[in-house]
């Protein structure tokens, strides 16, 4: 079974400029959730999608944004990349229940030049 | 935020002695999960251990859960230089669907 997919693997933008990561969860997982790790700040929860609809959302601006696909492929959007975007921004996907162990992909690394 | 506190931030080891790594935190959980992260790339699921469960082993790992304490501890036996990296706590809230990750423990295992 193929793991959790993200795209692409680093990335560089401008300050200003916007980007989308994608992230294709394991087969059968329908909840995909997105989280930001920073040296500063650690692993902080950015959003989680579940049958398209954000079920929950962490303590971001309303630049980062997401949205899932009928497919439960999920895309994160950033738009107005400030320099403090720079992170390592993982996805993670899991089956629906209580105990709902989460895979992460690989992640995409954002640096904001 | 964090809700999760790990101790120690930083432990260096030598192969084959073992390794053990403490975390705690503040509300009611679901259950616990540790994960495995190699220099700044992906988690790698180690183990989850549910609320109602007190112990837990996998290959050379163990788990403890304390709920009445709202602690973890994660014990690695015989270490191996491939164990170096760094180990960070989640947990999952009774109440949601979020994992709240500890700030990590850095592992070092010298050859």
């Known amino acids: 079974k193929a793991g959790v997919t993200q795209t692409p693997r680093y990335l560089i933008k401008t300050r200003g400029q916007q980007v989308t990561l994608s992230c294709s969860p394991i087969?059968?997982?329908?909840?995909v959730s997105w989280y930001q790790q920073t040296p500063g700040q650690g692993l902080q929860f950015l959003f989680e999608?579940?049958?398209?609809?954000?079920?929950n959302k962490g303590n971001f601006p309303g630049r980062f944004s997401g949205r899932q696909f009928s497919n439960s492929r999920s895309e994160m959007n950033v738009s107005t990349l400030e320099l403090g975007d720079s992170a390592l921004y993982l996805c993670?996907?899991?089956?629906?229940?209580?105990?709902?162990?989460?895979?992460f992909g690989q992640g995409t690394r954002l640096t904001v030049v | 935020s964090q809700q999760g506190e790990e101790d120690p931030q930083a432990l260096s080891i030598q192969e084959g002695e073992n390794a053990t790594m403490n975390c705690s935190y503040k509300?009611?959980?679901?259950?616990l999960q540790w994960y495995r992260q190699n220099s700044g790339r992906g988690l790698v699921h180690l183990i989850l251990?549910?609320?109602?469960?007190r112990e837990k082993h996998s290959g050379r790992l163990r788990v403890t859960l304390d709920t009445s304490k709202k602690s973890s501890s994660l014990l690695i036996t015989a270490s191996r230089a491939a164990d170096t990296a760094s180990y960070f706590c989640?947990?999952?809230?009774?109440?949601?669907?979020?994992?709240?990750f500890g700030e990590g423990t850095q592992l070092t295992v010298n050859p």
């Open positions: 993670a996907s899991s089956l629906v229940g209580q105990t709902r162990q989460a895979f």
């Open positions: 087969s059968g997982h329908r909840s």
């Open positions: 999608y579940f049958s398209e609809t954000q079920r």
């Open positions: 509300t009611s959980i679901n259950n």
């Open positions: 251990i549910r609320s109602n469960e």
């Open positions: 989640a947990t999952r809230e009774t109440s949601g669907s979020r994992l709240t």
